[in-house]
């Protein structure tokens, strides 16, 4: 077999529209809150009231929401979307990341224990979960931070991670790659609200702050473009590499 050839284990490459997919979704949010806006704007008070009502309770709730739709692989970025749409940037933010490390936590631990020979099946259905399993394998947290920038749905990777031998404080490391792009996504929520008070207020104008959010906007498109391409690549390397070294084994 000539070294160009693909090996019987060569995976799919990482389409590259799961990027913008991934961007198209937070520009859709954006949108049509800012079209509804006439009608949600008068309502924001009174929303952000009874958040503020509910105390402890309402982080408290959306970070059981978050681990309870991970567990159901439910996509991340809607939910990080939501988290800037209801909260604060700042301490929302905090919110999100104990969400995110709580429901991938479960995930991991669910599929080494309970799940295991279950998710092991649905792995020997899915081409490019055996080539990201291959590359985390060889590569372990570097490329699990990496992976986790990329535009691969998170849940199912954190049920993965759990049938391998990587070490739990080795994937709570590795999950520090989905900060980013909770954030950039965050953003748009955080964005689109503060477009939704001002663009129907007759006396508010255009100011610096407001170019500074919607720049934010555009500076959140083009980190998640930059760092989906480059995990993208790394991931692709890691598993050309990973089919390499399995080839030279078998012979």
């Known amino acids: 077999m000539s070294a160009s050839q693909p090996t019987e284990h060569s995976p799919r490459k990482l389409p590259a529209w799961l990027t913008v997919e991934r961007i198209l979704i937070g520009l859709a949010i ?6 509804a806006g006439e009608e949600i704007r008068p309502k924001l008070p009174a929303a952000e009231k009874w958040i503020a009502d509910q105390g402890i309770w309402a982080p408290i709730l959306f970070i059981a929401l978050m681990a309870i739709l991970s567990i159901v692989c439910f996509p991340l970025d809607v939910l990080f979307i ?12 905090g919110y999100v990341i104990i969400g995110i490390y709580l429901g991938q936590s479960i995930n991991f631990w669910l599929a080494r224990t309970l799940l295991l020979e279950r998710v092991q099946r649905w792995i ?10 291959r590359a985390i394998r060889l590569k372990g947290t570097k490329l699990l931070f990496m992976l986790r ?24 490391i590795g999950n520090l790659g ?13 964005a689109a609200v503060h477009a939704t008070r001002t663009s129907y207020n007759p006396k508010h104008h255009f100011d610096l702050n407001d170019a500074a959010i919607f720049g934010g906007v555009i500076l959140a498109i083009g980190v998640m473009t930059i760092i989906g391409h480059q995990a993208k690549k790394m991931l692709e390397q890691a598993e050309e590499e990973a089919d390499g070294e399995e080839g030279r084994s078998e012979k």
């Open 30 to 35: 954006i949108a049509v809150v800012i079209f």
């Open 82 to 93: 939501a988290g800037g749409l209801i909260f604060h940037l700042g301490y929302g933010f």
């Open 124 to 133: 020997k259905k899915k081409p490019k979960m055996q080539g990201v399993d």
């Open 149 to 172: 920038m990329a535009p691969l749905p998170s849940s199912p990777i954190s049920y993965l991670l759990g049938t391998t031998t990587m070490r739990y404080t080795q994937f709570l």
């Open 178 to 190: 989905l900060l980013p792009v909770a954030f950039a996504s965050m953003y748009f929520g955080y």
